[in-house]
């Protein structure tokens, strides 16, 4: 008794480990999230530009740099007393320098300025694609819902069909209706069979784009929760209120706005080669000489050949071939640019948003009009069984029934879940997350 106890127990428990539970909306979108391939290069993207904020940030300190020159002179060459003599001779000499920019145009703070932008473009970037991710996965799951419907109409039919032709064969029997409906009705089936393997392969091709999106391999048993649809009332807000409140916080727009700041400060950057540069330098150095005559101990010669300087570089650039001329002008088209990629992100935005509202109003009164089309053609259908079974109608006034309210019913489905789906994605644009 105990052993089959424990064997049960074993049995649940593996199909606890193995079974796999349906994904809701909120677990689709953070699966995809985590697996999509292209946040992930956006998220390196983001890094790199942070190591070059780091690397514009550092350029202010000052270098510093070890040199070391090992030479061998054969023949007539200069000795240490700076004279020619014919005596092979090695001279070895070493250095110490470093240099800091005091003053150039500004440019350094500039170009940090700039790079800050950039990295601040690259985050709203990030946060674009997965927002773009989030969308593609809600609009991929809801059109497996709708397909869902579909599937179970066609089901549905099927039933409806068989149901007739059970009905149509004791019809036939009693010579009510002639042995040819039958036939018909056979025939209807099959096309009714064959409607329901085309809905379930649409089922399929929509779970396969989902899973795709989730990085998802093992598709088996596969499923996702149904969302539960509120009652479809009508838009509260206009296209405007929307769009006030969607400018404000989408990451298309605000790159697209840091981009002109950026732009910006590109002008700035080119200006700073109108003026000139300042830096400070030190070196110090010393060098060891050997020829086959007596030479002083490598520690004299170190001591006496020491030198240390220090000096400043000035830069005042008077005509470089209009090349600082013309990186400013470029910039200046640069920023002219990015002012018109901002307008055009505010119109797409726009357009977007008006779109899909227009769209959701649409599909409320599509499903307005279908709710009294499904019911007209519900009592329509109770009608023609009613005759069908009294023989006083024919099997195509039958068939059409059935099909008028198959299609309403399938349009019906459409309108709410297009409603639902645009009503979501407007809700997102107005600040609200998908969940």
């Not at 649409?202 to 596969?222: H, K, V, Y």
């Not at 990186?327 to 640069?334: D, G, L, N, S």
């Not at 059935?402 to 107005?430: C, G, P, T, V, W």
Request: charge should be neutral; glycine fraction near 2%; aromatic fraction near 8%.
């Amino acid at each position: 008794m105990k052993s089959m106890v424990f064997l049960v127990l074993c049995l649940l428990s593996g199909n606890l480990l193995y079974g796999q539970a349906p994904y809701t909306l909120g677990e689709c979108i953070q699966q995809a999230l985590h697996a999509n391939v292209d946040i992930k290069r956006q998220q390196v993207k983001l890094d790199k530009q942070a190591i070059r904020v780091e690397t514009e940030k550092y350029s202010r300190l000052p270098d510093l740099n070890l040199n070391g020159t090992q030479q061998f002179d054969f023949g007539r060459s200069l000795n240490r007393d700076n004279t020619y003599t014919d005596v092979n001779s090695q001279t070895s000499s070493f250095s110490l320098t470093t240099e800091v920019g005091l003053f150039s145009g500004f440019k350094t703070m500039h170009s940090i300025a700039r790079q800050k932008l950039e990295l601040k473009i690259n985050r709203e970037l990030l946060e674009k694609v997965r927002n773009d991710i989030t969308l593609q996965v809600t609009i991929c799951y809801y059109q497996i819902l709708l397909d869902k419907e579909i599937a179970a109409i066609a089901d549905e039919q099927i039933i409806l069909t068989r149901e007739q032709e059970e009905m149509t064969r004791v019809l036939a029997t009693h010579g009510k209706v002639a042995e040819s409906q039958v036939l018909t009705v056979k025939a209807q089936l099959a096309n009714d069979e064959l409607a329901s393997v085309k809905a379930a392969n649409t089922l399929r091709l929509s779970m396969i784009n989902l899973l795709q999106l989730l990085e998802l391999r093992d598709t088996a048993g596969f499923d996702i929760v149904p969302v539960a649809l509120d009652t479809l009332m009508p838009l509260a807000v206009s296209p405007d209120e929307i769009f006030a409140v969607s400018e404000q916080i989408m990451p298309e727009i605000k790159s697209a706005r840091t981009a002109v700041e950026s732009s910006q400060s590109a002008i700035r950057i080119a200006k700073a080669g109108y003026y000139p540069s300042l830096a400070l330098a030190a070196k110090i150095s010393s060098g060891y000489y050997h020829n086959n005559d007596n030479n002083p101990p490598l520690d004299i010669q170190f001591k006496n050949n020491m030198q240390q300087t220090v000096y400043l570089t000035l830069r005042i650039p008077l005509f470089n071939r209009m090349t600082t001329r013309n990186a400013v002008r470029t910039a200046q088209k640069e920023r002219e640019d990015s002012r018109l990629a901002a307008d055009n992100a505010l119109k797409t935005l726009y357009k977007e948003i008006q779109k899909t509202w227009y769209d959701a109003l649409s599909a409320h009164e599509c499903y307005e009009s279908t709710r009294h089309s499904v019911a007209a053609n519900n009592e329509a259908l109770r009608y023609a069984k009613e005759k069908y079974q009294a023989g006083k109608s024919t099997v195509y006034e039958y068939n059409e029934a059935k099909m008028k309210l198959a299609n309403s019913r399938s349009e019906q489905a459409q309108a709410r879940y297009e409603f639902a789906l645009r009503k979501k994605i407007l809700d997102f644009y107005a600040g609200q997350s998908i969940r």
